[in-house]
């Protein structure tokens, strides 16, 4: 494994190399300083959307060399010492069969002494069906009606109602496997156990390890439905879960500068540290997030594992999902902004870079947008956006790109390709730009609005296909600059346009996936529905 890890590690560092020499070049030698203030407009906000995505993708090759060190093994603790436990499964509209399903896992966890563990319905709709659901599984009922707080009031209310130490959330459709519990709470046990001799050993009382101060254990987010992606492409089989890169990869690695992200769900959480912070907060549409970072701010550890233990439901409809990313963006940078955790001086400096990263991320999609236009600038409307010999390409950009290219599929693993990674940035970039744009000018949408993850049996295909306008329009204009521009070229002068050529139509093979996805949605999903609960 050493070997292994050694050699990924080289490789992330000659890349680094390779594409910081790149982006030298190209600041230095290719933007086009005398070609006209509209070149140079364009000319820099390609330079920057390079830049970025080359910064984000550092951050995480530095994180992926580090995270092995900041692994912390859970402890094997007598049964005595295990803490009672809130279970809060948090509702607002969901129906009782879903919960049903939730509830009835939620009893079904291990624990040493199972009275200790204390489960929760906190219904911020107040309905006679969910008290009676609680009744039915001799389980608490937290009713809160006309609830201005959305989820955090409903959670604080919660917690204002019960005791324990340690508190468990889940949303409404996530159902825990058995061992859900005995995974996650010995991690706050870690500050009284040391392990000598293969054995864990209770600590003296005077040795406290107070760097164990574990405010939130995080497992990872799974789905128990294929997402859209998995049933609209037919590949169930060869993709994982869209979201799985960040639940699986980027939050474990976060352990590395400590800025896990509390996904809202599947956590355990410390009380002593939410009621530090003053519970969830409010003014956030992404209250779990924000929670995460203000217990960090408090010196709090955030932990994330990488073992499945909890599995829910994941949106399936086109447009429930573009929603729930609107609405991750939105309150992403919100907390970002209230907390002001790229420059606070109460997190570490990697932390920091962590959350500059995340504010970023949000970027992308702009940047998406540039790198499919550019060529189009060049190609159809002889924009010259780089200036730039074919050799010199060849010489500072392919051994780089390379390079990069066999870097992220390191850096991912089995979960996510950088090639899918763009055909996913490339659905939600229309949608994503302005939400993005307005919250960073503080522009903030503080409504909240539960995710939808049922289908609409009334929307209609004509509906879907306008989901696909922008994408339709881009694959145009991609095709007619490629047109116009391989027109009269034969042998040495289709070489030299290589680069273009290749890049309009890597662009294009994205674009061409969006459409299929987006207007293709009502009967592929249909008819995927009906092949799962077959298998079912």
């Given amino acids: 494994m050493r070997r292994v890890d050694s050699k990924r590690n080289l490789l992330f560092i000659v890349t680094i190399i390779l594409m910081s020499i ?8 290719t933007l086009p300083y005398h070609q006209g203030t509209a070149n140079m407009i364009f000319g820099i906000l390609l330079y920057t959307a390079e830049a970025v995505t080359v910064f984000t993708t550092f951050e995480l090759f530095y994180q992926k060399m580090r995270m092995n ?4 093994e859970c402890p094997e603790v007598p ?18 069969d ?48 006309n609830n201005k707080h959305a989820k955090s009031g409903n959670l604080n209310h919660a917690l204002s109602r019960t005791n324990s130490p340690l508190i468990a959330t889940f949303d409404a459709d996530m159902i825990p496997q058995r061992t859900f519990l005995m995974k996650t709470v010995p991690y706050f046990l870690l500050s009284r156990f040391k392990k000598e001799d293969g054995d864990w050993k209770l600590r003296a009382e005077g040795e406290i390890d107070k760097k164990f101060r574990m405010g939130i254990v995080q497992t990872p987010q799974s789905f128990y439905n294929p997402d859209l992606f998995q049933f609209n492409l037919y590949a169930e089989g060869n993709i994982p879960n869209e979201q799985d890169f960040f639940s699986k990869e980027v939050n474990i690695m976060r352990n590395s500068s400590n800025a896990v992200a509390y996904t809202g769900s599947n956590t355990v959480i ?57 609405r991750w963006a939105r309150g992403v940078i919100q907390s970002l902004q209230n907390t002001k955790a790229i420059v606070t001086k109460k997190l570490s400096l990697p932390a920091r870079i962590t959350y500059l990263n995340s504010f970023l991320y949000w970027w992308s999609f702009f940047n998406r947008l540039i790198f499919i236009l550019s060529p189009i600038l060049f190609a159809l409307f002889d924009f010259k956006i780089v200036n730039s010999g074919f050799w010199d390409v060849i010489v500072f950009w392919l051994p780089a790109y390379i390079f990069y290219s066999t870097s992220m599929r390191y850096l991912s693993g089995n979960i996510r390709n950088q090639r899918w990674s763009q055909v996913i940035d490339t659905i939600f970039m229309p949608y994503l730009i302005i939400p993005v744009i307005l919250e960073t000018l503080h522009i903030h949408q503080r409504k909240f609005k539960v995710t939808n993850k049922k289908r609409n049996q009334n929307e209609s295909r004509f509906g879907y296909i306008l989901y696909a306008i922008p994408h339709i329009i881009l694959l145009i204009l991609s095709a007619a600059a490629m047109i116009r521009f391989v027109n009269g ?18 662009n294009m093979v994205a674009l061409f996936y969006a459409i299929f996805f987006l207007c293709l949605e009502d009967q592929l999903t249909e008819n995927r529905n009906v092949l799962w609960q077959m298998k079912k």
């Avoid at 790149?22 to 030698?29: A, T």
């Fill in 489 to 506: 070229k034969y042998g040495w002068a289709l070489l030299y346009s290589s680069v273009i050529i290749f890049w309009i139509a890597y």
């Fill in 270 to 326: 410390s009380r002593e540290a939410l009621e530090e912070i003053g519970g969830f907060p409010y003014n956030t549409i992404t209250e779990d997030f924000e929670t995460s970072i203000r217990i960090q701010k408090a010196g709090y550890i955030t932990y994330a594992t990488d073992e499945i233990q909890a599995a829910g439901l994941t949106t399936t409809t086109v447009k429930s999902m573009l929603k729930q990313r609107v």
């Fill in 98 to 145: 879903i919960l049903y399903k939730t509830v009835n896992a939620c009893t079904f966890m291990e624990y040493p002494d199972k009275n200790k563990v204390h489960i929760y319905l906190c219904d911020d709709g107040n309905r006679e069906e969910i008290a009676k659901l609680a009744e039915e599984f001799q389980i608490g009922y937290l009713g809160l009606a």
């Fill in 79 to 96: 049964a005595e010492y295990y803490p009672d436990v809130d279970v809060f499964i948090a509702t607002h509209n969901e129906p009782a």
């Fill in 22 to 29: 790149y982006l030298i070049w190209r600041l230095v030698f």
């Fill in 69 to 72: 060190r900041y692994h912390l």
